[in-house]
């Protein structure tokens, strides 16, 4: 149960979704093309690597914010198991890009690379750091666009997911 709260499983399932709705707008139809499901898989793989690799990053802040909710703060996980899970994650969520096209892949290593420099040094500067997280966070449907051939059909639906997770951010930010 640890991992799947490291990971985010739920917030994966809707990342998942989100690649699937991109896919299908692009196309203006239901559909499973094995394409659209590779990068649905590849969405959930680095996301789970994404989510595992900030809380690494977040240990000591989260003993004390989250001691509850954050599986490497409570200690109910070891780092290597983490480490573990972010060299897997970044590893199948590239084969699943790689599955689809090298299009998908250049797409999959640039949300990486956001995903790994965001705690170390864009997570401390206001603004930049949300913007960061909105782009990434809001990036499903243009990735499932992208996996069908059609990635302009998924520009607006990005826009529109990354404006509400920047908003969602900020107020976080104010919250805390």
């Known amino acids: 149960m640890a991992v799947?709260?490291?990971i985010r499983a739920p917030n994966l399932l809707i990342a998942a979704a989100g690649v699937l709705a991109g896919g299908w707008i692009a196309l203006a139809r239901i559909g499973a093309p094995k394409e659209l499901l590779f990068a649905a898989l590849s969405g959930i793989a680095l996301g789970a690597a994404g989510n595992t690799w900030?809380?690494?990053r977040d240990i000591a802040a989260d003993?004390?914010?989250r001691p509850d909710t954050r599986p490497l703060a409570a200690g109910a996980l070891p780092k290597d198991t983490a480490n573990f899970l972010v060299f897997l994650?970044?590893?199948l969520g590239l084969a699943g890009a790689a599955l689809?096209?090298?299009?998908q892949v250049v797409a999959a290593v640039a949300a990486l690379v956001v995903m790994f420099v965001y705690s170390p040094f864009l997570k401390p500067r206001p603004l930049i750091g949300n913007l960061a997280v909105a782009l990434v966070a809001g990036s499903p449907p243009f990735y499932g666009a992208l996996a069908v051939g059609l990635p302009a059909a998924g520009v607006v639906p990005w826009i529109l997911a990354a404006w509400l997770h920047f908003v969602?951010?900020?107020v976080k930010d104010v919250e805390d």
Request: aromatic share 6%; hydrophobic share 35%.
């Open 63 to 65: 003993r004390i914010n």
């Open 100 to 103: 689809v096209s090298g299009r």
């Open 89 to 91: 994650g970044t590893l």
């Open 168 to 170: 969602r951010e900020v």
């Open 54 to 56: 900030n809380d690494m």
């Open 4 to 6: 799947w709260r490291l």
